[in-house]
Structure formats: C-alpha cells, structure tokens
C-alpha cells in the first residue's frame, strides 16, 4: 500500500471549507477522475472529516480541513496500492488548488 500526503491553505474559514468538502454534490468537481458509481463517500461531522475510496480497489483517502492562524489548511492522504510517482503528487495539488479556488471564490461571493 502506497500513501500520499499533500497540504494546501486555503483563505476561507474551517467551517465553509469543511461544507463544500462534506457536500457529495462537489465531489466531481474536486475528484473528477473517480467513476461515482463505484465508489463510498463518508462525512465525519464530528472529526471535521471526508473519507472516500473505491468500491472495487483499496483506493481511499480523507480530506481534513484544520483551523491555523485565521485561514484553514487542508490535509489530503490517498492510499493506492499503485506507486505514488510525482505525478500523482502533481495530481492531488491540483485537486487542492481547484478546492481552494472554489472555496475563496464561494467566500468572496457570500462576503459581498
């Protein structure tokens, strides 16, 4: 079992990042790649976590959003039972990027 850890700060509060993560309706638009009809989607409202994976493959992971200092860090960790090369890395930083900018996007539009 291979696992990849990635963190991005993203300029929103814990609690607006943690709901457009927790919505099941976003997850395409943060993990595109993954068919929805072969796959588990778990909301932990009291661990301020989201656990996903694959129906037909150890592929999991959990996003976790965490308060720091006035913005809010986000913790990926994806566990594959393929190699993780950087591209997969590249992959997982693209995913947070887009998280962030819907999020700040989201917060911007709600702030005016």
């Known amino acids: 079992m291979f696992i ?9 509060g814990v609690q607006r990042v943690f709901e457009y993560l927790a919505d099941f309706h976003n997850l ?3 993990f595109g790649q993954m068919p929805l009809s072969k796959a588990w989607f ?3 409202q009291s ?9 037909t493959s150890p592929y999991a992971g959990v996003l ?3 308060r720091d200092h006035g913005s809010t860090i986000v913790d990926i960790e994806v566990h594959t039972e393929e190699a993780v090369d950087e591209e997969f890395c590249r992959t997982l930083d693209a ?3 887009h998280i962030a900018d819907e999020v700040e996007v989201r917060s911007l539009r709600a702030a005016s």
């Open 4 to 12: 990849c850890h990635r963190t991005r700060e993203v300029r929103a």
């Open 28 to 30: 395409p638009e943060y």
């Open 42 to 44: 778990c909301v932990d």
């Open 47 to 55: 661990g301020r976590c989201v656990r996903w994976g694959s129906q």
């Open 64 to 66: 976790a959003p965490r």
């Open 95 to 97: 995913t947070l990027e």
